[in-house]
RNA sequence: UCCUUAGUAGCUCAGUUGGUUAGAGCAUCUGACUGUUAAUCAGAGGGUCACUGGUUCGAGUCCAGUCUGAGGAGCCA
């Protein structure tokens, strides 16, 4: 029954009239008991059904509603009206699934983003959505691509991990203990020996030690997975459950890292732009009349097409965190007090500082290296000056930080006397340290969270509408 | 977690100083119309005013607490 059917998007797509064309698809709208909008998510283009007068029992056109799920069959030709090129003169309507219109709950209208948000199932079904997840699927598929193309290998990282030492935040405990009475040990505490594996394990909150195992042995590798933090963040920019991309590369110092971001940055973006153009152009329109209701000031001064192709026509801006201190501390803003936060050599810079260089400073991403050492994580190797480290932080405008990286240090001494001053135990990383006894390299290595990279792709604002079924603090829906 | 702010019909919102029976547009239903583009026109139905408690003769409106959303901050990708 199926085998007959024809996507809308090679549908649209077709020049010539055709009889015996079969599409199926969900119902967009139905407009004076003739025209069917219908869409089958292949395309953000419905294409234009006509159920001519006369020629179907009022029994079945009472049944074609908003998202009823239809199979037609007709002829294809030149649309008599404005506003499509082809469209579908049907011949048989078959009602796969009926919508009942006094439920469902989306309406041929304009929905806020917030309420979209509380009927995640039903939101692909909507333009911007259908829009969101093709492209989102693009920059996945560009992701795999763009490694692959180079002689990376896809290692899968570990999503239980034993290792508490990654440093990178609050952690979901993994346990099959039971929580209203855990078997305790001779000090009262709870005792993991008696858990699943033997001892407390976490979700993952980062691929990064494993993925360095995989670099030493493979050359370059990247790993794209689930991750997750159990922060109590609620933001627009935080996911509790989120996709990381993390390459890690032997034989790559500092400079080599940031040309590979930067080289895979603009890959993916490219991948959207030619594979998406549609889906973005309607994301485009979509965010410039949001921005009519803006004051002139709140806007954009490009729009999100203009965006995408400067950064990908134009190079990175590169300072030192050195650098990046001294313009803010030169900047209008500092001078007039604007900065709610201080400014001097040593601090992690906030949010309004990372803004101001990249925003109104630069206007274009900016890789920011070597941060003082104090402030970054263990593995970062030690730069000559004794201060800073490798590091790298891709920060973007109206995202922020988007990757995070550096060069690993790959000098044992140095790496377990940073383990010492942090308090991370050797005994538990026992075997990434191995990799610096044996063999060590000069390696080097990124993440880039996903959800910010569709965030800065699409255009959209809230983190959570560029994830199927977000998952945040007290929302676990879906 | 902190600050700000909001929660009234399926959706978006109005609701005056606390005062009779709770309002609009869209959606839905019924009818008309029939080449429409979120069709149009006429009519109808639709409400635990987030929840719990309090003040009051009387609470959508005032007070306290709770829950949830949004904007900003922190943490970070």
């Not at 079945?60 to 294809?76: D, F, M, N």
């Not at 803004?355 to 274009?364: A, N």
């Not at 080097?444 to 199927?468: H, P, S």
Request: charged share 25%; net charge negative.
């Amino acid at each position: 029954m199926f085998n007959k059917r024809i996507k809308i998007k090679d549908v649209i797509g077709l020049d010539q009239e055709l009889n015996d064309i079969t599409v199926m698809g969900w119902v967009r709208t139905f407009r004076n008991n003739q025209f069917i909008a219908l869409n089958d998510g292949s395309t953000n283009t419905n294409l234009q059904v006509v159920a001519e007068l006369g020629l179907f029992e009022d029994t079945l056109l009472k049944r074609i509603t908003t998202s009823a799920a239809i199979k037609v069959t007709g002829k294809l030709v030149k649309s008599l009206g404005k506003g499509q090129n082809i469209e579908l003169k049907a011949v048989s309507i078959d009602i796969l699934g009926d919508s009942d219109p006094e439920q469902y709950p989306l309406q041929p209208k304009k929905h806020s983003l917030e309420f979209l948000r509380e009927i995640a199932h039903l939101r692909f079904r909507t333009n911007t959505f259908g829009s969101v997840f093709r492209i989102r699927h693009s920059l996945a598929f560009a992701v795999h691509k763009f490694f692959h193309e180079r002689g990376f290998l896809y290692l899968h990282t570990p999503i239980i991990t034993a290792s508490d030492a990654e440093g990178a935040g609050e952690m979901f405990r993994v346990s099959t203990l039971p929580l209203d009475n855990p078997p305790k040990d001779a000090n009262g505490n709870i005792d993991f020996k008696e858990d699943f594996f033997g001892k407390a394990t976490n979700l993952t909150v980062s691929g990064q030690l494993e993925g360095e195992l995989g670099a030493t042995a493979f050359g370059e590798i990247y790993t794209f997975g689930p991750t997750f933090r159990a922060e109590n963040s609620n933001t627009a920019r935080h996911l509790a459950e989120f996709w990381m991309i993390e390459p890690e590369m032997a034989f790559h110092d500092l400079e080599d890292n940031m040309n590979l971001a930067e080289d895979f940055i603009k890959y993916i973006i490219r991948f959207a732009i030619e594979h998406n153009l549609e889906d973005l152009t309607f994301l485009d329109q979509r965010l410039s009349d949001e921005e009519k209701l803006l004051p002139t000031d709140k806007r954009s001064e490009m729009s999100l097409l203009e965006k995408l192709n400067f950064v990908v026509d134009n190079d990175f801006e590169r300072i030192t965190y050195t650098e990046a201190i001294d313009i803010l501390l030169n900047s209008s803003a500092y001078k007039k007090k604007k900065f709610q936060y201080d400014v001097k050599w040593g601090i992690d810079m906030q949010s309004e500082h990372e803004r101001y260089l990249v925003e109104k400073h630069f206007k274009k991403p900016v890789i920011v290296t070597n941060y003082p050492k104090e402030i970054k994580a263990f593995y970062m190797r030690q730069n000559d000056d004794g201060k800073t480290v490798a590091a790298m932080d891709i920060l973007a405008p109206g995202i922020g930080e988007i990757v995070g990286g550096s060069q690993r240090e790959e000098r044992l001494p140095l790496l377990t006397q940073r383990m010492a001053e942090m308090n991370i135990p050797e005994e538990e990383l026992w075997w990434y340290l191995d990799t610096r006894k044996y063999g060590t390299v000069p390696h080097a290595g990124f993440g880039l969270g996903f959800e910010r990279m569709v965030l800065f792709v699409t255009g959209m604002t809230n983190i959570r509408d560029v994830i199927a079924f977000p998952r945040t603090p007290k929302s676990a829906e879906f």
